[in-house]
């Protein structure tokens, strides 16, 4: 007879080896975020908890990998770990030519000082921290031509990341396709909440980019991701492999940049892929510059091995459906909860609305910031502010810029809680969601020029 019962779910590995973690006091809780001058960045990672506040370099490594860091070849040139890289990244993404770099914004600095001039504009499915900053500091402006349903948090369309063609083809002919040298698309985009674009937008952003001979660079790096919900819900590709939708997503872009330190579960590592091969000649002789020599770019030999494995092990069917399965697992408990949350869910994080959440806080209150020091002092689980502090400054006027969303992302490293530390993390949220009318904003302290976010002191008002 057939058991009508849904069965239980549980993740796809055994655990070898453990880090203990500790819960210290609330007194000791106030004390340390104080002391962060409220910013989740400045906390000791020995006082907390459940750390959530990236999925960035957190991941727990293989038995594979860590058996391939055993096989590093330390050599300074031509590491034969590089050469198992660059075919890794020709098998599995379908670029031709790779250029190691120590993480992603180093492939972010060479490809905007390479291809941006002064004056150009850079048109993007919304824009992230790093990669708009190296675009400015090459002297060109990021235009966001996301979709409108991206900035609403309550919207529920499956592909946020979509781009909206008519603002891009605007952009072009407004400002002509000469003064735009490429077009930056993010899979899973992280500010809009780990939302994913479906293959049909991007054949249409090829088509359009194609007509007007603009390249397409890549921030891929969550593509494994995006690629499960290609699979979860574009028609057509239900019983197609993610590693056959991630060769399709990258086939359609010229060339990408990767911070290896997320999808590719390692804890340091990233590179830049080119189609184009005198591209890539400048690329692999500006890398000399800043990051190390063209065959490791920052990396050791034995990183780049961990991250050959790892690139493989992201495309796993069982692994990738537990990765973004644990953070729906999060989000549909915070959503039965009645706390008020970005939907759909994403794939690396449960974003909390603090707009919602602390309506009584205007933005110059920084309401997410306010939020993610409260939930550490609560149960010493440690997120991350994406609001105003995240947004930064218009560097014309100087002002704030306010973003419409005012998030606190609750990120989840790949492999490594489980699923009782989810409930945990699910239920202190809550527990701050109804003491929310007693909670009282902050303002800035010290705020550094670069990436505030990162290093900013606040105070309460
Ligand atoms: C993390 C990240 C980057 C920057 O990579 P780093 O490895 O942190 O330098 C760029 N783009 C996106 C979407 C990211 O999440």
């Known amino acids: 007879m057939e058991r009508n019962k849904e069965r239980s779910w549980a993740e796809p590995y055994k655990i070898k080896m453990v880090e203990p973690v500790r819960m210290i006091s609330r007194e000791e809780r106030e004390e340390a975020i104080k002391e962060a001058g409220y910013n989740t960045f400045l906390l000791k990672s020995r006082d907390v908890y459940i750390d959530l506040l990236t999925d960035s370099g957190t991941s727990a490594m293989s038995d594979r990998q860590w058996a391939g860091m055993m096989m590093g070849d330390e050599a300074y040139a031509g590491s034969k770990n590089f050469y198992h890289l660059e075919e890794t990244i020709q098998k599995y993404y379908g670029y031709d030519y790779v250029v190691p770099t120590h993480q992603g914004r180093g492939a972010e600095h060479i490809i905007s000082q390479l291809l941006i001039d002064e004056g150009d504009f850079i048109p993007g499915n919304m824009y992230f921290t790093t990669t708009k900053l190296h675009q400015e500091l090459a002297g060109g402006t990021f235009v966001d031509v996301i979709i409108d349903e991206a900035h609403d948090p309550e919207n529920e369309h499956p592909f946020k990341a979509d781009v909206d063609l008519i603002k891009l083809e605007n952009l072009i ?7 735009i040298p490429y077009v930056s698309i993010a899979t ?3 500010m ?23 390249p397409i660079i890549h921030d891929m790096t969550r593509v494994a991701e995006n690629a499960y919900f290609i699979k979860q819900r574009e ?14 997503i990258c086939s359609l872009t010229d060339g990408a940049t990767m911070s290896a330190k997320k999808d590719a579960l390692v804890n340091i590592g990233g590179f830049l892929a080119l189609n184009d091969e005198e591209l890539f000649r400048k690329a692999q002789n500006m890398v000399v510059i800043y990051e ?3 065959t490791y770019g920052g990396m050791a030999g034995r990183d780049m091995e961990a991250l050959s494995i790892g690139i493989t092990e992201s495309v796993d069917e069982d692994h990738i459906r537990a990765r973004v399965g644990q953070v729906q697992y999060l989000g549909e408990k915070l959503i039965d909860m009645g706390v008020p949350v970005v939907r759909p869910i ?12 602390l309506p009584h806080l205007s933005q110059d209150e920084l309401p997410a910031q306010t939020l993610a020091a409260e939930l550490y002092v609560d149960a010493g689980i440690r997120s991350m502010e994406r609001g105003v502090v995240s947004a930064g400054r218009d560097p014309e006027t100087g002002e704030h810029n306010y973003p419409e969303l005012e998030l606190v992302r609750l990120t989840i ?4 809680y489980t699923q009782a530390h989810m409930d945990v993390v699910a239920e202190s949220v809550e527990a701050v969601y109804y003491q929310r009318e007693d909670i009282t904003g902050l303002e800035f302290d010290y705020e550094p020029e670069y990436l505030r976010f990162f290093q900013s002191r606040f105070k309460k008002r």
């Open 235 to 248: 028609e057509g590709y239900e019983d197609t492999p993610v590693k056959d939708i991630v060769r399709e």
């Open 413 to 416: 490293p790949r492999r490594v």
């Open 173 to 179: 002919k407004e400002k002509g396709a000469e003064r």
């Open 192 to 214: 809009a909440g780990g939302q994913p674009i479906s293959l049909s937008n991007l054949k249409k952003v090829r088509e359009l980019t194609n007509k007007y001979e603009i």
């Open 188 to 190: 899973s985009v992280n």
């Open 292 to 294: 190390g020599l063209h």
């Open 346 to 357: 994403g794939s690396h994080g449960v974003f909390l609305n603090a707009k919602k959440i």
